[in-house]
């Protein structure tokens, strides 16, 4: 090959290059905000009464202005998706890194939104050196107090609401048998509730499960757990549903559910929200998704103590559902580009 022809390849070669280098620069910028239709989210919620929020991806909380954007101006709550977890803040023993979380809160105090803690203690997401670890009733016992108090003095009144204790129960409604339990006892969900009020007194405890949003074996196991614990004087204020949901729709009895837990003096609201479609999904099936996100928030509606309405993401770009369920996805609000599907149309109508 001559001299030439080898200079002129190599040129070729970093065109190429410096195009494939600029498309992903781009792409982890991530689409552009486009404008939305209609009256903001949070706007149509404040006049209804009702907090709307949104799971926070820190990826794209970091690297993407459009998705920044669009989560200011539409959402008056935040819930961290994964970087207030305990295997998130305390991934090695005896160290806390607050980097990741404590942008989120700031990003949030600094545009009005209110931040959900989410989640004090969780039997997934552990530190791994917490679920692998050696522990006996008092040592475990000992760890949870110290991070649901160090959690707490680090956010203070930042953070006013905490999934205190996320997904205690089993599919049967009865307390989880999973390193908590067998370690600490049923009495874990009151220890960690009466420690999170000694650190942080003004907060709202949450108790926040998934699966137990329709009238089910699983909620009634909620509903005689949150009862007793209320008859013993336990601190409680509100109980979170997660509503991960589907084209089967908002669960039989979901506002029933809402009101009974409400009747025991709680606030109650939707923390996850989602409604999983088949991909690619046709316009059909975005439209009876719309349907479902309507009814969802028609019910929080209809029950005055449920105070909140968020949902577990709001772009199909950032959604936990293709990596967990094959198949499945588009389960937001905005698409991929962060354009509105008829979900969001939906969603702003039921909050009219
Ligand atoms: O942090 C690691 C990263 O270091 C690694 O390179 C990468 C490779 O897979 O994994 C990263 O961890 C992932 C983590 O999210 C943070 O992105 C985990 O694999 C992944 O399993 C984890 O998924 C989260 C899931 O909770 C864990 O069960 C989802 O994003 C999050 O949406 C989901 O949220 C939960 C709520 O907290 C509680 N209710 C149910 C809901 C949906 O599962």
Redesign the pocket.
């Known amino acids: 090959m001559g001299r030439r022809l080898r200079r002129g390849a190599l040129a070729a070669v970093l065109v190429v290059l410096a195009a494939a280098v600029v498309v992903a620069l781009v792409e982890r910028r991530g689409p552009e905000a486009k404008p939305l239709p209609g009256t903001p989210l949070r706007e149509l919620a404040s006049q209804a009464g009702l907090r709307i929020g949104t799971?926070v991806?820190d990826t794209a909380l970091q690297r993407e202005p459009g998705y920044r954007e669009v989560l200011a101006q539409q959402f008056s709550s935040v819930t961290a998706?994964?970087v207030m977890?305990w295997g998130?803040l305390a991934a090695e023993r005896g160290r806390y890194d607050f980097t990741a979380a404590d942008r989120l809160v700031d990003f949030a105090l600094g545009r009005g939104m209110r931040v959900r803690g989410?989640?004090l203690v969780?039997w997934?997401?552990l530190p791994t050196w917490v679920r692998d670890g050696e522990w006996t009733r008092r040592t475990l016992r000992q760890e949870v107090r110290q991070h649901v108090r160090t959690t707490l003095e680090h956010f203070g009144e930042r953070v006013p609401v905490w999934d205190a204790v996320?997904?205690p129960l089993d599919d049967r409604g009865r307390l989880r048998d999973d390193l908590l339990g067998r370690v600490l006892g049923d009495g874990w969900v009151e220890d960690v509730l009466r420690t999170a009020r000694t650190y942080a007194p003004e907060a709202q405890l949450v108790l926040?499960e998934?699966a137990a949003d329709g009238l089910n074996a699983k909620s009634d196991g909620m509903y005689r757990l949150v009862r007793g614990l209320l008859a013993r004087g336990v601190p409680l204020d509100g109980v979170g549903f997660?509503l991960?949901t589907n084209l089967d729709g908002v669960p039989a009895g979901f506002r029933r559910n809402l009101e009974r837990f409400a009747a025991l003096g709680l606030d109650v609201e939707v923390t996850?929200a989602d409604v999983a479609l088949r991909t690619p999904a046709s316009e059909r099936a975005e439209r009876a998704q719309a349907r479902v996100y309507a009814q969802a928030v028609r019910d929080c509606r209809a029950v005055p103590r449920c105070r909140g309405f968020t949902v577990?993401?709001f772009t199909d770009r950032h959604?936990?559902i293709p990596?967990?369920q094959p198949g499945f996805g588009e389960a937001t609000l905005l698409d991929a580009e962060l354009r509105a599907k008829p979900a969001f149309r939906a969603v702003q109508r039921a909050l009219r």
Do not use: F
Request: without cysteine.
């Open positions: 799971a991806d998706e994964n977890k998130a989410h989640a969780w997934n997401q996320n997904e926040n998934t997660q991960h996850e577990w993401g959604s936990w990596g967990t």
